[in-house]
Nanobody, 127 residues
Framework: QVQLVESGGGWVQAGGSLRLSCAAS????????MGWFRQAPGKDREFVAA??????????SYTDSVKGRFTISRDFAKDTLYLQMNRLKPEDTAIYSC??????????????????WGQGTQVTVSS
C-alpha cells in the first residue's frame, strides 16, 4: 500500500500560480504511475495529469485544458509528486487529489485504474 497526503492548495487570483505537493509513504514510490485529478462542485472527477515511473522515461500526460499551463513532476528522493499550476483560471477551481496506480502506463486518465488516493486539497481561483 501507499499513503498519499496533498498540500499546497489555497486561494489565488486568476493568472496566478500554485504548486501542489503529494507526499507518499509506504511501498516504493517509484512502483506507481502517479496522477492528479480534480473535482469541481456538481461535476464528475476529471483527469488533470499523470507521470510514469522512472524506467518508463518519465512520460507525462495532460488533459487538454491544462496543457501549457500545468506541469507534473516527481522527486524520487523525497517520494513526492508535484503539480505546478500557472496562469490559473476560475474554471480550475476544484478539489485536487493525487492518486497512485500499479496498472502501468495504460489509460492513465481513467480514475478506476488508481487504487490509492489522497484526501484532496482545495484550489480556488477568483476572477
Amino acid at each position: 500500500q501507499v499513503q498519499l497526503v496533498e498540500s499546497g492548495g489555497g486561494w489565488v487570483q486568476a493568472g496566478g500560480s500554485l504548486r501542489l505537493s503529494c507526499a507518499a509513504s509506504g511501498r516504493t514510490f517509484n512502483s506507481y504511475v502517479m496522477g492528479w485529478f480534480r473535482q469541481a462542485p456538481g461535476k464528475d472527477r476529471e483527469f488533470v495529469a499523470a507521470i510514469s515511473v522512472s524506467w518508463n522515461g518519465g512520460r507525462t500526460s495532460y488533459t487538454d485544458s491544462v496543457k501549457g499551463r500545468f506541469t507534473i513532476s516527481r522527486d524520487f528522493a523525497k517520494d513526492t509528486l508535484y503539480l505546478q499550476m500557472n496562469r490559473l483560471k476560475p474554471e480550475d477551481t476544484a478539489i485536487y487529489s493525487c492518486a497512485a496506480s500499479d496498472q502501468g502506463w495504460v489509460a492513465v486518465g481513467d480514475p478506476r485504474r488508481y487504487a490509492y488516493w489522497g484526501q484532496g486539497t482545495q484550489v480556488t481561483v477568483s476572477s
